[in-house]
């Protein structure tokens, strides 16, 4: 009986009511393109390890700036890479009736629908998550008889604090509720069941082609949106009681956190940014509360993203935060403030940025092994 009482105390202190999940914070650089540097000023950013970066202090130019991350993916980074690292180990607890949530932040341009979206050639982190779910459901049946699973998806976007359901575009505005057992519902809002990934694939792509082809017809509205794609695995006990398990994962794909003000929009824009601004600026302010742990209140009811967000970000749920970040001088401040928001820890190192040693985007294709013999970093 001391043992068994012991066990439960443990397990309460690890999983006690008080605890809330951090959320884990990755950096990801894309590469240096040529196009986004008009002045040819080269990169103002450098990863020195899987953990840091270094960027020039604007303020001081004898001084760099270098900051820590739980994970810094440097632009060699592949997606696979990107997923294995950051997402793939959250995903089993999504058939035990957790939740999880996966962001990719920062400035238009910077890689974040490359990274949860990618390209048939690289796919990125929602294509392999929903493969993922798949192949552990059917793991899962094959293993055991005692519960039955279902997996759906459910494909909104938050525009202008509204919440509209893309997979039927010709919805309003949807409400969010929570219900007795805190868990967030949108009444109304498209479930569609899925039984494989090709199945995923034939109502996802229209949605998503919906969206960027509204985008350039409304200031890209891609840039300004908010895009949210919610898979749901349920899992029922076959026999008496029955029991009921949800698991939700969100994968989102936010709006440009690039400072609005700066690049002087005006009248809707500006309204619009204001809203983006509502909700970035309360999912970072969220995210800070949760991982500083000063403990209060987590302003979650600030903004719709966040209020959708609050059984599966922070409290039992596991999180990531992908901060997308770009190398050109274009994006200083974008970067800048990102990386602020994204940090751990931030050191200033009294010598100017070593610009020399930064990769030089690559000429054809060189071989992962090649790069890892060490045959990287030294041209330019
Ligand atoms: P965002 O969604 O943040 O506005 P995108 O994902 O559209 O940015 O990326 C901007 C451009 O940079 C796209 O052409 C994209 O293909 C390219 N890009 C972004 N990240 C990478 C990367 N890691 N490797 C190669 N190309 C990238
Ligand atoms: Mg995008």
Redo the contacts with the bound molecule.
């Keep these: 009986w001391i043992k068994e009482m012991a066990q439960r105390a443990a397990v309460n202190d690890a999983a006690g009511p008080k605890r809330t999940a951090r959320v884990r914070v990755a950096v990801?650089?894309?590469?240096y393109?040529d196009k986004?540097d008009e002045k040819s000023e080269g990169p103002c950013v450098r990863g020195l390890g899987p953990q840091t970066l270094e960027i020039v202090n604007w303020r001081n130019a004898t001084e760099t700036l270098q900051y820590q991350f739980d994970v810094f993916?440097g632009?060699q980074?592949t997606?696979q890479e990107?997923f294995l690292s950051s997402v793939k180990p959250i995903i089993p607890h999504i058939l035990n009736g957790q939740n999880a949530s996966v962001f990719?932040y920062?400035?238009?341009?910077?890689?974040?629908?490359?990274?949860?979206?990618?390209?048939q050639e690289?796919p990125g982190v929602i294509p392999r998550a929903v493969r993922e779910v798949f192949q552990l459901v059917r793991a899962q049946v094959k293993e055991q008889n005692e519960w039955e699973f279902s997996v759906g998806m459910s494909y909104l976007e938050i525009y202008n604090e509204k919440v509209l359901d893309l997979l039927s575009p010709k919805s309003q505005d949807l409400p969010i509720r929570e219900d007795k057992d805190k868990n967030i519902i949108i009444p109304g809002l498209t479930h569609t069941p899925l039984s494989s990934f090709s199945d995923f694939h034939t109502h996802f792509v229209p949605a998503s082609l919906n969206r960027t082809t509204a985008s350039t017809k409304l200031n890209q509205r891609?840039?300004r949106s908010h895009a949210i794609l919610l898979m749901k695995v349920v899992k029922c006990q076959r026999v008496p009681p029955h029991r009921q398990q949800t698991g939700k994962l969100y994968l989102v794909?936010l709006a440009?956190s690039e400072d609005n003000r700066r690049t002087g929009n005006q009248g809707i824009r500006l309204k619009e940014s204001g809203a983006i601004n509502l909700s970035l600026f309360t999912l970072s302010k969220v995210v800070d509360c949760l991982n500083t742990g000063t403990g209060g209140r987590v302003p979650y009811r600030d903004s719709k993203l966040t209020r959708l967000l609050q059984d599966s970000l922070g409290g039992s749920a596991h999180s990531v935060m992908i901060t997308?970040i770009?190398p050109e001088y274009t994006y200083y401040f974008d970067t800048f403030t990102a990386l602020n928001f994204a940090a751990k820890s931030k050191q200033i190192i009294n010598r100017p940025f070593v610009r020399e040693t930064v990769l030089a985007p690559m000429n054809g294709k060189r071989s992962r092994e090649e790069q890892d013999a060490g045959g990287s970093g030294e041209h330019q």
């Design positions: 990801r650089l894309r590469p393109m986004q993916h632009e980074t997606q990107v990719a920062g400035p238009t341009g910077a890689g974040k629908t490359h990274t949860m979206l990618g390209s690289q891609s840039s794909d440009g997308n770009a």
